[in-house]
């Protein structure tokens, strides 16, 4: 049975032209980059090369790229580095209702040590309310945090106005970026934005690498202690073949974006119209227009997303649910809840993300596939029955 993969937001496929770059480095390329002799010297080489693609990513100096070991690591670095080092100016941080945990259980642990943290809500598309934001600010207000774009339902946040209000009010503005790097172009400068996360395997990279940004400038405390590297920011021989393949990814993603979001982004308008034509009483989550491209979050009435998830892994089809009981837990998403869905809606919603290996002969299997499986576990729900009956009436 082939597998169709449609769980990008998750984590992507590395791409032929990273591997083959990173190979060397897996092999022959084994000096620590860390030594003076020729060996050492062409790895360092290889990093700083690396440093300066995702620099021009991001209009940014190279010195203010620093690798990390992904997402959650650079979330929780730069989280609580900004906090401690500017624990004299204040102790109040804003982030959302929405954020990915590696942000949100951050900001609890900070809590528990004496930080005051504010959760901004979002409405309904799951976009953040800009006056709620500013009511929030406190003179001790010394961090915003707000993701660029959200993993779950794609909506991507009004991130130029967000900059724009921190720096009137002389706020560091951080943004988890790991789900919008690659997918759109940022602009560090024109953003207003001072620091900033991303993960290499969000964007056809390898697993296992990510970078921060740093705004020149901006105090954090040193995250790893041991050696000087990455400007004695984070100690540790470096992981060059990843540092190597994250380079070539970010190269990569960048070209031709606007050609391989807009494919990407019919393929996705094509399953949603789809779905909504073939199955009734659903519910799309997020906003359609301020969107990832390959994003879709549609929750299924009277049925629960696990069901679903495993009925089409039955299928070869790889996809991931709103619910967070694959994770061991009954609640539904966090992210689902916020933006004003009952817990049995919430339930039943499924996130697939399209990426540019998927074809469309493979959205079509995934639609009749849906419209079979949905139909059948509909026709096995109490409350599938219950709400027929009453229709009758």
């Known amino acids: 049975m082939k597998t169709i993969y449609l769980d990008n937001n998750a984590t992507t496929k590395t791409d032929e032209e990273v591997v083959k770059a990173m190979l060397p480095y897996l092999s022959e390329n084994y000096g620590n980059p860390s030594s003076i002799y020729k060996l050492g010297r062409e790895n360092r080489k290889a990093i700083e090369d690396a440093r300066e693609k995702v620099a021009n990513a991001f209009n940014c100096d190279s010195n203010e790229i620093y690798f990390t070991a992904g997402g959650s690591e650079s979330d929780n670095t730069i989280i609580r580095g900004i906090a401690y080092s500017y624990k004299s100016k204040g102790n109040h941080i804003i982030t959302s209702k929405i954020e990915h945990p590696a942000v949100l259980e951050t900001c609890k642990q900070l809590e528990k040590e004496g930080f005051e943290i504010s959760y901004v809500g979002v409405d309904e598309d799951g976009i953040i309310n800009l006056n709620e934001l500013k009511n ?4 001790t207000t010394t961090l915003i945090t707000i993701m660029f774009a959200n993993n779950e339902i794609g909506t991507i946040q009004p991130v130029k106005e967000i900059g724009e209000i ?3 009010n002389k706020i560091l503005f951080h943004t988890d970026a790991v789900q919008a790097v690659g997918s759109i ?5 024109a953003l207003n934005i001072d620091a900033l996360s991303l993960s290499g395997h969000k964007f056809y990279g390898p697993k296992g690498i990510g970078a921060l940004y740093v705004k020149q400038g901006v105090k954090f405390d040193k995250f790893i202690n041991g050696g000087h590297q990455e400007r004695n920011k984070r100690a540790g021989t470096e992981n060059v073949a990843g540092i190597v393949g994250l380079g070539k990814a970010i190269e990569l993603a960048y070209e031709d974006l606007e050609k391989h979001n807009e494919e990407i982004k019919e393929l996705r308008d094509y399953y949603v119209e789809q779905v909504s034509k073939k199955i009734p009483y659903i519910k799309i989550n997020g906003s ?6 390959g994003n879709s979050n549609i929750s299924f009435r009277f049925i629960e997303g696990e069901s679903l998830l495993l009925n089409l892994d039955l299928k070869g089809i790889c996809a991931s649910s709103g619910s967070a ?3 061991g837990s009954l609640d ?3 992210v689902l809840l916020a933006i004003g869905l009952p817990h049995e809606i919430a339930h ?4 697939i993300s399209i990426g540019k290996y998927n074809t469309k002969e493979e959205i079509d299997y995934v639609i009749d596939s849906l419209v079979e499986i949905v139909g059948r576990l509909r026709e096995m729900s109490p409350l599938w029955e219950k709400f027929i009956e009453e229709e009758k009436k």
């Open 136 to 139: 929030l600010i406190r003179p």
């Open 166 to 168: 921190a720096k009137q």
């Open 185 to 189: 172009k940022i602009d560090v400068k």
């Open 288 to 293: 359609m227009e301020k969107r990832l491209p």
């Open 325 to 327: 009981c694959t994770s």
């Open 332 to 334: 539904p998403s966090h």
């Open 348 to 351: 039943g919603s499924l996130r």
